[in-house]
């Protein structure tokens, strides 16, 4: 799992430590486990946050883990050109290459540690695939894509893409120098990532080497979520296991306690989590395909506008099909 990786994590500013007893650790309220499925062209998908309940996950309303999946020569895949309307879609990729393009003329290649936030806002249309020379190799591929809502008074905004380079991400380490936390987006222990969202939220990758012990303080505004890509450990000061596949939603605090088991299976010989987190917007969600509004009369006109080529056109030097 390269993304982003550092020889000596002890150089790292660590992040400070909760104040025991000033800061109120959130207890895990759920943990489920994500199925598996296929998106787009047919590539392997876990949905992360299947099971658990929506108005928990708020601001964000879903997360694929892609892959990991090791593809054969001819066999990589991505999806069709598709619109998007009315939220935010936040792409990382941890190993292999993804291409973007859409109808506003922003594209381009991401890989190993970097991300990509596209505001859909009023609508675009774009496709995600992996880039030919990749389908023609096969290759390791894994990934995470995260949608973020927006509230009803930024459901109209233009369209915006965000590169983030996998060198621009803060790179901090827990207190105890066994975990090393890539802030992509918001803010942890009072770094800044370079990922700037219309909804204020929080989203880190963390390593925890066995038996580190990561302790996060997270805003108290904020739901608290930890997605586990790798590894087995627990979580919270009850230390409720946690292993690959699991979401585990936390209740309300100030902070939260993430700790690694102190073996690893060989293949994954850390735990490699997703922690991320938002001030929830509270509105009502009216979700269907690529669409997130409001209302159901909101979802109708996003399909007639759709039909009708509103939401943008597929650039003529397009790639894919
Ligand atoms: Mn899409």
Do not use: C
């Amino acid at each position: 799992m390269p993304a982003v990786t550092i020889e000596d994590i002890t150089k790292l500013p660590r992040i400070p430590a909760p104040a025991t007893g000033g800061d109120a650790e959130r207890a895990v309220r759920t943990v489920t486990l994500a199925p598996h499925g296929f998106e787009g062209e047919g590539f392997p998908v876990r949905r992360a946050f299947a099971g658990a309940d929506p108005a928990h996950l708020d601001p964000f309303v879903h997360m694929d883990q892609m892959g990991e999946v090791e593809y054969a020569p001819g066999e990589p895949k991505g999806t069709p050109w598709h619109p998007h309307r009315g939220f935010e879609t936040v792409t990382y990729m941890i190993d292999g290459t993804f291409q973007h393009q859409d109808s506003t003329g922003g594209g381009g290649l991401i890989t190993n540690g970097d991300t990509q936030w596209m505001t859909a806002g009023a609508g675009i249309l774009h496709i995600e695939r992996p880039p030919e020379a990749l389908i023609a190799s096969g290759g390791l591929f894994h990934g995470i894509q995260l949608w973020v809502n927006l509230p009803a008074a930024d459901k109209w905004v233009p369209p915006r893409y965000q590169d983030i380079g996998a060198g621009n991400v803060a790179l901090l380490a827990s207190d105890d120098g066994g975990a090393l936390v890539r802030v992509i987006a918001g803010e942890v222990g009072g770094h800044r990532g370079p990922g700037v969202t219309h909804t204020p939220i929080s989203l880190a990758h963390a390593t925890l080497s066995p038996g580190a012990r990561l302790r996060l303080p997270w805003p108290r505004e904020f739901n608290a979520l930890v997605y586990v890509l790798a590894g087995t450990g627990t979580a919270g000061t009850e230390e409720r296991p946690l292993e690959s596949g699991q979401l585990a939603v936390f209740g309300e605090g100030d902070a939260l306690t993430l700790t690694a088991s102190r073996s690893q299976e060989s293949r994954s010989p850390a735990l490699d989590v997703l922690v991320l987190g938002g001030r929830p917007i509270r509105e009502p969600v009216a979700w269907y395909g690529p669409f997130v509004m409001n209302t159901h009369a909101e979802i109708a006109q996003a399909l007639s506008d759709f039909k009708a080529g509103r939401m943008g056109v597929i650039p003529a030097d397009h790639i894919g099909n």
